[in-house]
């Protein structure tokens, strides 16, 4: 089945920040024994289709729970994605105590069975579920599916949920098929982003999740935040401590959290602090840093253009020649024969 990513998400990191800047405006398991949870339909549900042998995506379930108890990195991404293809029947959403997301890659219609009552939904490409937190849930199929299902750290959300004064415990609003563009255009950068093997590092993955977690609490949260108003931008002073942090570790893997420490601030007000004063995002100042640093090593003519990406804090030849193209206009190879 073909996906059915969007163009936009085809234009890669150039577009991302038009929808971080609107951002920052202003497990699954089968086989048998398992034992049904109290008072939990989902759960009693799963337990009698597995005495019966009904038909529950083992293979989507396998891929899941793999990638849901995948072992974490150190340090670890604040966010992560996987592709599922499932088929038509039932598919287990069990409980986990994380945020996650559903891309639909294609179209598909499946029914639920809440606490009143069983119901139905179609959703179209490009629709996003946002699951319940901690309760489990199966979803009767009646097509097969292609899904992009997006796992984001409690830490992501708590850091905007402390900054806009709300209950770190306080829940988000679960929808089983919502449109809504914003959540739509980051998972798919995010998709296209592992597909190519996580090329821009965990600075990006960093800036993907914090826009995430900003656009949930404001949209979804259960009782509406009190977001703070900021006014202008950094302080000179902090800004210069910044750039400097910046400077010294453009070749190694910066984090969003560790920069935003720098001057006190949480990863979300850094990001809106950071672009009144810069007129970027703290990820795009950061490859024009690299893309000026590489420009310098290339005037060392002996200097392969492979060592000049690894220097600068690209991933490869390939991802700087990628950036630098898009940032100058010309390739890196034009750009020294002009030298």
Known sequence: ????????????????????????????????????????????????????????NQDANRKLQAFFEKPVTTP??????????????????????????????????????????????????????????????????????????????????EQVREENRRDLGAELEAHPAIDDLTLRHLTEVLLREKRDGFPNGLFFLDGIATAVASHLVRRYSIAPPVEKTYKGGMAPSALRRCVEYIEARLDGDLRLDELAQVVGL??????????????????????????????????DRRALLAEVALVSGFADQHHLARVFRRITGVTPSTYRRSL
């Open 1 to 56: 089945m073909r996906s059915c990513l969007s163009p936009w998400a085809g234009s890669r990191i150039g577009n991302i920040t038009q929808v971080l800047a609107s951002v920052f405006k202003g497990e699954f398991f089968e086989g048998p024994g398992i034992e049904p949870e109290p008072g939990n339909p989902a759960s009693d549900l799963v337990c009698r289709q597995e005495s019966l042998g009904v038909g529950m």
């Open 76 to 157: 670890p991404p604040l966010v992560d994605v996987e592709e599922l293809s499932a088929l038509k029947g039932e598919l287990l959403v069990p409980a986990i105590n994380r945020v996650n997301l559903a891309l639909a890659l294609s179209g598909y219609s499946f029914s639920w069975r809440d606490s009143l009552a069983v119901r139905s939904k179609d959703a179209s490409a490009g629709t996003v579920a946002l699951c319940e937190f901690n309760q489990a849930r199966c979803f009767k199929l009646q097509n097969p599916v292609e899904l992009a299902v997006v796992l984001l750290r409690n830490e992501a959300l």
């Open 266 to 299: 949480s990863a979300s007000h850094f990001v809106r602090s950071f672009r009144r004063s810069t007129g970027k995002t703290p990820y795009q100042f950061l490859l024009h840093r690299r893309v000026a640093r590489a420009q310098m090593a290339m005037r």
